[in-house]
Structure formats: C-alpha cells, structure tokens
C-alpha cells in the first residue's frame, strides 16, 4: 500500500487542525514506520509544518507502530481501549505524540462529504460509516471471546484464570516443602557431623 494514500488524506486533516500540526512540528525530519499486518507497511516523515509525508527512501524509522487490522474500526471510532492494542518500538515520545493525534483529530467527513453531495447524502453516509464501524467492534469482540472460550473448554490450548491460580499456589506449596526438607536435611546432616567428631 503506498503511503501516499495514507497521507493525502492525512494532510487535509491535519491543514484544517492547527493544534495537531504544531504537536507534530517538533518531531521534524523523524520517520514513522506503519505495519498494518498483512494490509500495510509504509513510512511517513514529519515535515517542517507539521505535515507528513510518504517516504520512499531505505531510511530507518524512528518509531514504528503496529496496528492488528481487528482494532482499525476501533482506531476510526477512537475507541479509548483499541489505542492499548498498538505496539511501539523505537522512538516513545514520538510515538505519544503520533498517537495523541491520532485520537484526537476528529475530522468531519460528514462536513467535507456535504460540499460534495448535499447534506442529506452526506449525513446518511456518515451514519453508516459510523453504523458499520460500531457493528464490526462488536463482531471482532464477540468473535475474540467466542474464540477464547473455545480455547478455554473445547480445545484448551488456553489456560483459564483459576488454573493459573491454582498451579501457582500447588508451585509455592511445593517450593516450601522442598525448603523446609533441605533445611530438615542439613539439620541432620550437621547432627551426625557432630556425632562423629
């Protein structure tokens, strides 16, 4: 995918959110890296107002975000907990800001789309981006706890919470009895050291 149609977008966004782009001025001339496995993988680099832009070169990224695809519609929502399921490398202070962008420009498709088609069509869309986005972080979910239980009863590859526990306290049981043996253990060993001097 050519990040090229990751930041057009991107930068009519940030043109019309000032704030964002003054967030982002700092950070000029860093290189972010986006892995969207296997949908995406490209790199952007922050320029000098705060924009960014795609780039082609074999730079090294500063920081690198990797986004699972089942919390995108979450990201688009800006759903709080779908932030959580991003992973960071390199560059943590870059990353923040990216990401605090990220969930705070809100942009109005609903306005942009309305210049376009009218603002009845633009707000029926509007609704069903926002429609379909709701109902595909409720399958993900459901499918996700539908899938751990499976996991959990049918083919437990997947321990459940208690027989952690459980294991957990078995392990400290055991780790005393095997202490207080040993100590057993010296104790007659240092008896009958004595005993035979």
Not at 8 to 29: D, F, M, T, V
Not at 37 to 57: R, T, W, Y
Not at 130 to 149: M, P, T
């Amino acid at each position: 995918m050519p990040a090229s149609f990751a930041t057009n977008p991107l930068n009519y966004i940030l043109r019309s959110e000032s704030w964002a782009c003054k967030r982002l001025q700092p950070h000029e001339g860093k290189i972010v890296c986006i892995r969207i496995p296997p949908i995406a993988h490209f790199k952007m680099i922050v320029l000098a107002n705060g924009e960014m832009q795609s780039n082609m070169d074999n730079l090294e990224a500063d920081t690198t975000l990797s986004i699972l695809p089942a919390i995108l519609p979450g990201l688009i929502m800006h759903d709080e907990s779908a932030y959580d399921g991003i992973s960071i490398s390199g560059d943590a202070l870059f990353a923040e800001d990216l990401i605090t962008v990220s969930k705070y420009l809100k942009p109005n498709f609903e306005q942009a789309l309305s210049k376009i088609l009218g603002d009845i069509p633009a707000h029926r869309i509007t609704k069903a981006k926002d429609s379909f986005c709701q109902w595909h972080i409720h399958l993900v979910k459901n499918l996700s706890d539908a899938l751990g239980e499976y996991w959990q009863e049918e083919r437990p590859i997947i321990a459940k919470s208690n027989a952690i526990k459980d294991f957990s306290r078995q392990l400290n049981e055991l780790k005393h009895d095997v202490n207080q043996l040993e100590h057993r253990i010296n104790q007659i060993f240092l008896k009958d050291t004595l005993n035979n001097r």
